[in-house]
């Protein structure tokens, strides 16, 4: 069976996703140990929210390496879980974004840009999703 080329930027996507998939592991579990200090010295709340947002980055990290992995090799799932990874980091952005982080804005920007590359219809062509 003939496989299209993987375009450069999908390239791109693939290692960056990897990249971050693998430091949001880790700073997914440092929250979460962090928490877990925090809520035993009694920081209460805190050390509550720490550990939630440290389980989000874990979660939002393990699909950021399925995508590395399905758009380096071109799997068809691959868009979509592009597509998903995309919109709940916007949608995390814009809570962080409440919480005053001044780089939401430019996550929300880079997460928007990949979403309009995923569906250019050359790109979209190359997973399947004509």
């Known amino acids: 069976m003939n ?12 290692v ?3 990249i971050g998939g693998i430091f949001g592991i880790l700073a997914g579990l440092a929250l979460i140990g962090l928490g877990g200090v925090a ?3 009694g920081a209460g709340l805190g050390g509550g929210l720490a ?8 979660a939002l990290s393990v ?7 399905g758009a380096w090799t071109l799997k068809p799932w ?5 597509m998903a990874s995309q919109v709940i980091g916007i949608a995390l952005q814009v ?6 982080s001044g780089f939401s804005i ?8 990949i979403l309009y590359y995923l569906n250019t219809p050359d790109i979209k062509k190359v997973f399947g999703r004509a």
């Not at 996550?107 to 840009?113: G, H, R």
């Open 78 to 82: 691959a868009w979509t879980l592009g």
């Open 63 to 69: 699909l950021n390496l399925a995508f590395a992995y």
């Open 106 to 113: 430019v996550s929300i920007a880079i997460s928007a840009v």
């Open 51 to 58: 550990m939630i947002f440290g389980l989000v980055a874990l």
């Open 39 to 41: 809520a035993a010295v």
């Open 3 to 14: 496989n299209p080329a993987r375009p450069m930027g999908i390239t791109i996507l693939a």
């Open 95 to 100: 809570v962080y974004l409440v919480t005053n």
């Open 16 to 18: 960056l996703a990897a």
